[in-house]
Structure formats: C-alpha cells, structure tokens
C-alpha cells in the first residue's frame, strides 16, 4: 500500500514450497514462493502447530502514515500464553481465547522458590551503575542461582550467580553494561539455567518515577 506517504510492511516467513494455492495464481504468484505467511503470533501453538513454535518468531504488520505509524498483531485464539524460552506453551498456561472472553481463571501466583521481588528503578543521580533488582527466596532452605540470568525488554541480559538463604532476598546491581530499568516503564524476565521462564514482571511508567527507593513489583 503506497501513495500520499504511506506503506504496509509485513513481517513474517517466505514461502519455502508450493502449496498450489489458487490464490497465488490471483495475484500472478506463477510459482507459489513470492509471498510471505506467518504475520502472526508463532508461539504457544499446540497440538499439529506445536512445531511452528521458536523464540523471536512472531510476525505483524506496520501502517506507516504521514503522522503515526500502527502495528497490528495477531493471533489465534487456540495459541496460549505464557509461553517458555523455547516458544513452547509453558505449564499452566492459558488459551487466549479463554483470556480474551473474559471467562473467570486462577490469578497468577508464583510458584517457584525464586521470584522477582522489587528493584531501584530511578536512583538518584545517574542511572548506569545505580539501579538494582531484589530477588527474593520463598522457600525454606537456600535456593542457587548459578547460572540464571535477568533479561529486559530490550534483550539486555545480566548473568546471575549466588545463592539465596531461606526467605531472605539478594540484591542484584545493575553496572549498565546488562540489563537496564527504562523510566518509562519496562518489563523483566528471570530465566533459570536451562534458559526458562521463572518469573516475569512489568512495571509501569508510574512506578519508575519513584525517585531513590525501591518499588515492590505488583502481581
């Protein structure tokens, strides 16, 4: 779509065979591989679609206008969420269509002995070096954290390596060079050592603007 300055862009996979559409014949696509399929959510698939799964797989279309640009994402209701570091449905998770309907289901609770606690999102003065992410320990006995790792919204990562003793918290610094707490609100992800999901949060511009102290993420 073009003219007056505005473009469709569509993310998602190339055809890698002919399907024999006859659609492709339509739109003069002689061989059946000048298209793009999948511009839509690729995780959480179950059943025959478990196989499309993958981590950083997700398609979607952009609206470039003059004055704004729009994303639209899809997805199929059967998909769940949340999903693991794989793009696999991950254990309890739920299927959108039960999300999106509203129908009544458990909240979230943490389940693992190692959780998200709280962070020092905007210290004073400068943030690099400053900022801190609290992990707490929900269980009776020490829990290790060798070889899990902090990831942000931006892919930034910081490794972790310690241990926790019963229901006592660790506090991780921040040196810059990894993960980052944006002030206009951001999200984490506590991975374990084989790369899966233990907790995540998301918190807000609000909570970011709370200068030198620390926020208890919210559930």
């Known amino acids: 779509m073009q003219g007056r300055r505005r473009r469709l862009y569509a ?3 190339k055809f890698d065979r002919n399907l024999h559409k006859p659609i492709d014949a339509e739109f003069g696509n002689t061989d059946g591989l000048h298209g793009v399929h999948d511009i839509h959510m690729n995780q959480g698939n179950v059943g025959d679609y478990a196989g499309d799964n993958g981590p950083f797989h997700d398609g979607g279309v ?7 640009v729009m994303g639209l994402f899809l997805a ?3 998909q769940r969420v949340p999903t693991s570091a794989a793009g696999s449905a991950a254990p309890g998770a ?3 269509s ?3 309907s509203g129908q009544p289901h458990p909240p979230a609770t943490v389940t693992a002995e190692v959780y ?3 962070a020092l999102i905007n210290p004073a003065g400068s943030d690099p070096g400053s900022e801190a992410i609290v992990l707490g320990n929900c269980a009776t006995t020490t829990q290790s954290v060798h070889g899990w790792q902090l990831v942000d919204r931006n892919s930034h990562v910081t490794k972790l390596d310690s241990e926790i003793a019963a229901g006592a918290s660790a506090i991780v610094s921040l040196d810059g060079s990894g993960v980052q707490l944006g002030n206009n609100g951001g999200n984490l992800v506590l991975q374990d050592d084989q790369s899966n999901q233990v ?4 918190y807000s511009a609000a ?11 919210q559930r």
Do not use: K
């Not at 952009?62 to 704004?68: G, N, T, Y």
């Not at 907790?199 to 998301?202: I, N």
């Open 199 to 202: 907790d995540s949060v998301t």
């Open 116 to 118: 998200l606690e709280r």
């Open 76 to 78: 199929f209701q059967t």
């Open 94 to 96: 739920q299927p959108l």
């Open 11 to 13: 993310f998602g996979a």
């Open 207 to 217: 909570d970011a603007a709370v200068v030198d102290r620390y926020v208890r993420f």
């Open 62 to 68: 952009l609206l470039s206008f003059p004055d704004r």
């Open 98 to 100: 039960q999300i999106v």
